[in-house]
């Protein structure tokens, strides 16, 4: 079969997925992508990129107010269907069968020239006024605008529910947020964890921590507080961590803690002229020489960063589950989770990890000192997680899986 994948940002949910559909000699995988955020390839699979939006396209979209999202989705859908045209046109590639994320608008137009081609979407989240990611706690009161501007940006997501024959939710969680009448085409599949990488040291020990680039020597046996998200962000709860380190270091003058990510907003309002991580310099600021924040950084260093963790703290409003959360699951680590759905969905308090208020610094802060005054049992909930992933996350099993969903659909 010829198999295209689609996705704005190669190769994203596909890492794995594409090499391995690849790697039946049956196939040809073709990844449809306006750019390659690794600067790499992936084995057996032909890389075809096409343009980013002009200028023209990127001020016609800054005209269309709470229909933006919508906007942004139908260039997106135009330039992937302009580059299946060149495919068929000066390659002769067709494809059997679609697979793609379903957000940027990447298959709305594929129907329209391929009508019979079975297409796979991958429904990442469905949005809603109330009792999600927007509005939970029942002290936040949406206004009428933010009810028009969240309800519109289902418009293409509503499109491509009704015309992809299958779809693929990766939780639960995120299963529930989408409307009944379109649950019977949706697959509960999650893309998998790779748990032969994210896995405890293996000498069975928590080991110190070295990243020479930025002269960090932590020794065996230091407590090590981790932290990792894409951007420092109020979604996925950045300065109630913070205020909650401030009580754990406050109390524990040998403890570390190590942060991994961006100075940088990529889920939820941005912040006018500031960053979360500038606020937190107002609030009093932190130990410079104890809370280590190293950026964005390759596999090999956040495989040590995460094995060397005495606790990893996890936090997010009712929204997406993290790769980052079910790998540190995976690599083991004592886990301390906001108690909020996604969570809740893969951890239970005192069976797999500890569950704090997500709002609540104190109470996150009593739960990473649960872990440190506790190694033995900490430990004990650690390797508990990386079995639950193990069991319900493995990334073969999730890859056939899906595999086993695209042939249900080929006709």
């Known amino acids: 079969m010829n198999i295209f994948i689609l996705h704005p940002s190669f190769p994203a949910q596909y890492l794995n997925l594409a090499p391995y559909l690849a790697s ?17 390839q992936l084995r057996g699979v032909t ?3 096409y343009p980013k939006p002009n200028e023209k396209n990127e001020e016609w979209i800054k005209t269309c107010g709470v229909l933006r999202p919508a906007a942004e989705a139908v260039v997106e859908g135009q330039a992937v269907l302009r580059a299946m045209e060149w495919l068929a046109k000066e ?11 379903t957000g940027w608008g990447s298959t709305l137009y594929c129907k329209d020239m391929y009508p019979n081609v079975p297409i796979i979407g991958y429904f990442e989240w469905y949005y809603r006024v109330e009792d999600s990611d927007c509005y939970w706690w029942p002290d936040e009161i949406p206004q009428i605008g933010n009810r028009i501007s969240i309800r519109t940006r289902n418009a293409h997501h509503l499109m491509n529910l009704e015309l992809c024959d299958q779809g693929i939710c990766p939780t639960k969680w995120q299963y529930s947020q989408f409307p009944e009448e379109y649950k019977p085409r949706l697959n509960i599949i999650h893309e998998g964890i790779d748990t032969r990488f994210c896995s405890p040291d293996p000498s069975g020990k928590r080991p110190g921590l070295v990243l020479d680039d930025i002269q960090l020597n932590l020794p065996e046996g230091t407590e090590i507080i981790t932290y990792v998200a894409r951007g420092f962000e109020i979604y996925r709860g950045f300065p109630y961590f913070m205020d909650a380190i401030r009580h754990v ?15 940088r907003i990529c889920y939820g309002a941005q912040l006018k002229d500031t960053t979360y991580l500038k ?12 809370v280590h924040f190293v950026g964005l950084r390759n596999r090999g260093d956040y495989q040590k960063i995460l094995r060397a963790s005495s606790c990893h703290v996890y936090l997010t409003r009712p929204f997406v589950l993290s790769w980052s959360c ?18 809740q969905e893969v951890m239970e308090d005192g069976v797999n990890g500890l569950l ?11 739960k990473i000192e649960e872990h440190l005054d506790n190694p033995e049992r900490a430990k004990k909930l650690g390797l508990a997680a990386r079995e639950t992933i193990k069991e319900r996350f493995e990334l073969m ?12 659909v080929v006709r």
Do not use: W
């Open 24 to 40: 039946n000699p049956e196939n040809k995988v073709f990844f449809l992508s306006k750019e390659n955020s690794i600067n790499t």
């Open 47 to 49: 890389l075809a990129l």
């Open 91 to 101: 390659q002769n590639v067709k494809p059997d069968v679609i697979i793609a994320h």
């Open 249 to 263: 270091l406050a109390r524990r003058p040998q403890t570390h803690v190590v942060v991994v990510g961006k100075d």
């Open 279 to 290: 606020e937190e310099e107002k609030k009093g600021g932190y130990p410079t020489d104890r």
């Open 326 to 343: 079910l790998e540190a699951m995976s690599f083991g680590c004592p886990m301390v989770g906001s108690k909020t759905p996604p969570v």
């Open 356 to 366: 704090a208020e997500f709002r609540s610094p104190y109470h996150i802060a009593r």
């Open 397 to 408: 099993n999730c890859m056939k899986a899906q595999e086993d969903l695209m042939y249900r």
